[in-house]
């Protein structure tokens, strides 16, 4: 399901590389997943610069709309170990190496690893991770970030019942990680670390350094599907 390496790109923190292909996603785009195209459009109508600033803005303050998959599933318990070790399992089963700087529970390289898949086996592996799927577009569209299509789309696509409205209660009453005062109390209870023995062995992607950064601020916020139905 070539489309996943697509809303994989799109979802990932913009770069030249998607600015010079996007003419070329565009067919694609309007053939598997046509709710995509508006979104498309507007990100590439604006400057490179922009789209990445507010991509940090969204992706890049507090846990809560982290990329990371097991950060709201197994957040720091001894599980999540084992779950990367079990996901990089799978990658390396499929022929897909990793170097240094990517960690297998980032969701844009699971979506890549699931557009080499049979179009059951793609279906299948998102639908395992629907809920978290709908949280974080719940949660996206909270913000009014435009990146929520993104997740409707994947829950479209897999034929889930789930969609970004299913979570608007439970997403109402969460405390938000990513004010000035959050990140203020976060940076006060932490211990500055000056050198990271983890960086250095091996050059840190953003994505690393985000989650060493906000991996013990707050235990993750799970998804509650009795707070709220699907609209």
């Known amino acids: ?4 390496k697509v809303i994989a790109l799109l979802m990932e923190y913009p770069d030249e590389q998607l600015w010079q292909s996007g003419e070329e996603l565009m067919p694609l785009v309007a053939q598997e997943a046509p709710r995509l195209t508006g979104f498309v459009d507007e990100l590439l109508a604006a400057p490179l610069l922009d789209q ?5 803005e969204v992706f890049d ?3 809560s709309t982290s990329l990371m998959l097991f950060e709201h599933v197994h957040a720091e318990s001894r599980d999540r170990g084992q779950a990367m070790v079990d996901l990089m399992a799978q990658y390396e089963e499929a022929g897909l190496q990793l170097d240094c700087r990517e960690l297998p ?3 844009p390289m699971y979506l890549e690893y699931l557009s080499t898949r049979s179009p059951a086996e793609a279906r299948q592996g998102l639908l395992d991770i629907a809920p978290i799927l709908a949280l974080l577009g719940g949660r996206l569209k909270e913000r009014e970030a435009p990146w ?3 997740f409707d789309a994947l829950l479209e696509i ?3 019942p789930l969609r970004s409205d299913s979570v608007t209660k439970q997403v109402a009453g969460e405390k938000r990680d990513d004010t000035p005062e959050a990140m203020d109390a976060v940076w006060e209870e932490e211990q500055v670390k000056f050198i990271d023995d983890a960086a250095s062995s091996c050059d840190s992607s953003p994505q690393q350094q985000y989650q060493r950064r906000f991996s013990q601020e707050a235990a993750p916020q799970y998804l509650d599907l009795s707070s ?3 609209k």
């Open 1 to 4: 399901m070539q489309i996943l």
């Open 52 to 56: 990445q600033a507010a991509w940090g």
């Open 61 to 63: 303050r507090g846990c």
């Open 105 to 107: 529970d980032y969701l």
């Open 148 to 150: 929520s299509q993104l």
């Open 158 to 160: 897999c034929g889930s």
């Open 228 to 230: 709220g139905g699907r």
